[in-house]
């Protein structure tokens, strides 16, 4: 895998761990979006994992 590629997994990543904290220190977080944020995060992990 080209190092860009990898750069711009971890910045999608990143991105992602600041929106799943934001939406879990809402008064009411929604469960499914939380859900959701966490699965494209796992699925981010794994493919930075077979590089």
């Not at 991105?15 to 977080?29: I, K, N, S, V």
Request: glycine share 2%; hydrophobic share 35%.
């Amino acid at each position: 895998m080209h190092s860009s590629h990898i750069d711009a997994l971890k910045a999608k990543h990143a991105g992602l761990e600041a929106r799943l904290h934001e939406e879990e220190t809402r008064p009411a977080p929604d469960i499914a979006m939380v859900r959701q944020i966490k699965k494209q995060k796992l699925r981010i992990k794994e493919e930075l994992a077979s590089c």
